[in-house]
């Protein structure tokens, strides 16, 4: 079976925010650091090369297979950043503003773009779902 390619590793945080180009998303990305950080409460951690994660939790794939993953997490990519571990709520989404959502990620643009108490209470909510489960 396949081993996972993104995993933990102490890579520096700061580091990595600090060397995101573009000022506005480096900013932005900070204040996602630190929602997650309140949320999680767990300190951020490398993952993989790209992509700041908090807190772990056990994920059972659809075929029984089983992983250590983050609880939540974000990166920033070339066309958005995109945060990890964000549940699917239709009510909370509607009211959050431009985004896009994939299988498990949300994509925005910018914070600017979204409504950022939503943004708040959307990854509360999918915390609270995974420490419950």
Not at 106 to 128: A, F, M, N, W
Request: aromatic content about 6%; hydrophobic content about 40%.
């Amino acid at each position: 079976m396949a081993e996972l390619k993104t995993k933990i590793n102490d890579a520096s945080v700061a580091d990595f925010l600090s060397a995101i180009p573009d000022t506005q998303v480096r900013e932005d990305c900070r204040m996602i650091a630190g929602m997650m950080q309140t949320a999680t409460k767990a300190k951020p951690k490398m993952w993989g090369p790209s992509i700041v994660g908090f807190g772990e939790h056990r994920v059972v794939y659809a075929g029984g297979r089983e992983a250590d993953w983050m609880m939540m997490g974000f990166s920033p990519r070339k066309q958005n950043i995109v945060l990890y571990g964000v549940q699917h709520n239709d009510e909370l989404l509607a009211k959050l503003g431009k985004h896009s959502c994939g299988k498990g990620c949300l994509y925005i643009k910018r914070l600017e773009d979204v409504h950022l108490p939503t943004l708040k209470k959307l990854v509360g909510v999918s915390v609270k779902r995974k420490t419950k489960a």
